[in-house]
């Protein structure tokens, strides 16, 4: 399974949309600013507001 999802900060006001086949371990790397220069940098407050289960990353990346 793979899957698209959106987050939301309430600090930043802000979603962003991105697409894994781990979402646990996705938001918890974007809570702790694993990725240094992306757009989820600012904030550490994401929380999951969508998902949506597909069977492959191209899938969801059509999305």
Do not use: C, V
């Amino acid at each position: 399974m793979h899957y698209l999802y959106i987050l939301y900060s309430q600090k930043l006001n802000r979603f962003y949309t991105g697409e894994t086949s781990d979402l646990q371990a996705r938001l918890e790397m974007h809570n702790t600013h694993h990725f240094k220069k992306a757009f989820t940098k600012p904030a550490d407050d994401w929380t999951l507001k969508l998902i949506f289960e597909t069977n492959t990353r191209n899938e969801a990346k059509q999305l």
